[in-house]
């Protein structure tokens, strides 16, 4: 496991996928052995983050955070979004 102290995790990208750091309730940051090459990312919201909808997770990381995610599950689903709405619209 990796085990970073708290004030580090704001240097890492955030992602809502799970697998991703968390905070322990010790207040440690805690992920499985990371892959040489892989990067290291962090779900900025509570553990079940990464069970919401797009519309949810986005709402609460904006009012909580003060960001709009673009990590890559977010953007995927934005765009399957749109592209469902265009089909539907007949486009």
Do not use: Q
Not at 21 to 42: F, H, M, N, Q, W
Not at 51 to 77: I, M, P
């Amino acid at each position: 496991m990796v085990s970073l102290r708290s004030g580090l995790a704001w240097l890492h990208t955030h992602t809502t996928t799970a697998g991703s750091l968390s905070r322990a309730e010790s207040g440690t940051i805690v992920r499985p052995c990371v892959p040489a090459g892989d990067e290291c990312t962090y779900n900025y919201g509570p553990k079940e983050l990464v069970g919401w909808d797009l519309t949810e997770r986005r709402k609460y990381l904006s009012d909580k955070n003060g960001f709009v995610c673009r990590c890559e599950r977010c953007r995927g689903e934005e765009v399957a979004a749109l592209e469902a709405a265009a089909l539907a619209l007949g486009k």
